[in-house]
């Protein structure tokens, strides 16, 4: 089960039956396999002697084709686990059952291996889920799948009724936005902004802004359904007089398997939209901050990687970047896949969007920071299979720490001898804390336990946001009924800090 920490609202897991752990992904597992066994049943030997050797080199092959496929563009940092890749081979000997076996079976036999297919890809779905966390619940797979209601959502039209209402709010809202992509032209969808109980005040002041970016295969709303980022604003902002960061919860894709890396190309001059134009559309829409000093931008697995790249590329646009789990350098492969697939064979355009080689040209930054966030983890594909809540803490003194652990020399993209390592996060968050600090910025490595999921990404953000909040230097707000006894914010404001 997982506890998040200071502001991280309810327990997920918490929220109706659980797609995680509990009994219903065994059960549907068990279940695939008893019909899968039925379907099979008592055949004569001439059958099993060629059949079964043609059953087991389909599903030997499709698992082969998966790891190759998964390995060749780049899709994960961690190796997936044995139980995705056994319930892929499965799924393929069903579907070819379903051909080897109709002939002579009893309709009864032919409808046990039809129902063998569906049953058998649904535990593809839930090892798939189980590995990146990214249905928590029936629940929560209920409303994403049907579009359901975000938290604190209301329509654009509501905001301004709302105006000068922040005193009496407890939670803040949510609204769906549509951001000209004036100088990007990329196509993106629709994306929301989060505005704390401050925003609603009759002073209104200016705050800060966060941009969140998710990671690959996502959707704008992924932060809010699955990271549960709105939830632990809210919570923030109950313990700060109602202010808390403005929060943007960007596209980086277009759509859901479009992985930009946040960078131009081929796939989309996402850069310029992160840096342009949502820059521009947040400051003239939402009175909000305009200070590099004031903006940051936080990045869950890929999109750690971009609130890295985008902050050492633009630091007169961010002045601090919260890392979770991400990888050397922006990548969809090895080197030479990323410069063909994502910068259509440029090598100038691969080096002007790599994190190292920027840094290595760059002159000294000032008051740059960046907080550092992996997990613990470092068995089978850097997932920890035990449970427990998040314990986070700073890396004392140098980078070396992390860099000590299995896997921690850095190839390319963060990921050791063949990008799949256990610990090639934490590693690569080390290269990149000793390339920064070199260059002024101040960093810190951080880690807790959990699996490289979501369930992990939201308690890091939960980890990092007091700290977030601090660099960015949050107004407090004046005159709201949210404030929590003994917890206001001193002096009127939360000073600029350094990281902890």
């Known amino acids: 089960m997982w506890q998040l920490s200071q502001y991280g609202g ?18 549907v597992q068990i279940v695939a396999g008893l019909v899968l066994l039925a379907a099979i049943g008592r055949r004569d030997r001439r059958w099993f002697a060629w059949c079964l050797p043609i059953l087991a080199l389909c599903a030997g092959l499709a698992v082969v084709l998966f790891q190759r496929y998964l390995s060749g563009h780049g899709l994960a940092s961690d190796p997936a686990p044995a139980a995705l890749s056994i319930w892929i081979g499965v799924a393929s000997s069903a579907v070819l059952l379903v051909a080897l076996g109709w002939r002579g079976s009893r309709w009864s036999r032919r409808g046990l291996s039809v129902l063998a297919v569906p049953l058998s890809l649904l535990c593809v779905g839930v090892s798939l889920n189980d590995w990146v966390g990214y249905f928590p ?17 209301v329509d654009a039209a509501a905001l301004a009724g709302l105006a000068g209402t922040g005193a009496s709010m407890t939670t803040g809202r949510l609204v769906g936005v549509t951001i000209p992509a004036t100088t990007s032209h990329f196509n993106h969808r629709e994306e929301y902004v989060y505005l704390p109980p401050a925003w609603f005040t009759p002073s209104r002041p200016q705050l800060p802004v966060l941009m969140m970016i998710s990671g690959e295969f996502n959707t704008p709303a992924d932060w809010i359904r699955v990271g549960n980022a709105v939830q ?9 007089q109602g202010a808390a960061p403005v929060v943007v919860f960007v596209d980086s894709g277009g759509s859901f398997n479009n992985d930009t890396e946040c960078v131009n190309g081929p796939r989309g001059n996402v850069a310029d939209y992160l840096t342009k134009d949502v820059p521009s559309y947040l400051e003239s829409q939402f009175h909000v901050a305009t200070d ?39 990548n969809v492969g090895d080197k030479a896949a990323t410069i063909a697939n994502l910068y259509g064979g440029d090598a100038r355009a691969w080096a002007s969007f790599d994190p190292l080689t920027v840094l290595a040209a760059h002159a000294p930054y000032v008051n740059t920071a960046g907080w550092f966030e992996n997990s613990s983890a470092i068995g089978f594909g850097g997932h920890g299979w035990h449970g427990g809540g998040p314990h986070a803490g700073a890396h ?18 963060g990921r050791p001898d063949g990008r799949d390592a256990p610990g090639a ?3 690569a968050a080390t290269q990149l804390c000793t390339a920064a600090r070199a260059k002024g910025i101040d960093c810190t490595l951080h880690t807790q336990d959990g699996r490289h999921s979501w369930q992990f990404a939201s308690a890091a ?14 107004p407090a707000a004046s005159g709201s009924a949210t404030q929590q006894p003994g917890q206001g914010v001193a002096s009127g404001a939360v000073a600029s800090g350094q990281p902890r």
Do not use: K
Request: aromatic share 8%; proline share 8%; with cysteine.
């Open 10 to 27: 309810p327990d997920l897991s918490s929220h109706g039956i659980s797609l995680l752990t509990g009994w219903l992904p065994l059960a």
């Open 137 to 153: 619940t029936v629940t929560e797979a209920w409303n994403q799948l049907t579009a359901g209601p975000l938290p604190d959502e």
């Open 425 to 427: 996060e934490a590693a």
């Open 292 to 330: 590099a000093a004031h903006w940051g931008i936080v990045g869950w697995s890929a999109g750690g990687t971009c609130a890295l790249d985008l902050t050492v590329m633009h630091p007169e646009l961010f002045g601090t970047f919260d890392d979770i789990a991400g990888d050397l350098g922006p």
């Open 461 to 474: 953000f939960s980890d990092a946001l007091p700290w977030l909040a601090s660099r960015l230097g949050l």
């Open 232 to 240: 632990i604003e809210d919570d923030f902002a109950a313990h700060h």
């Open 396 to 413: 004392p003194g140098g980078p070396g720490d992390l860099g000590n652990r299995p896997g921690g020399t850095a190839g390319y993209g």
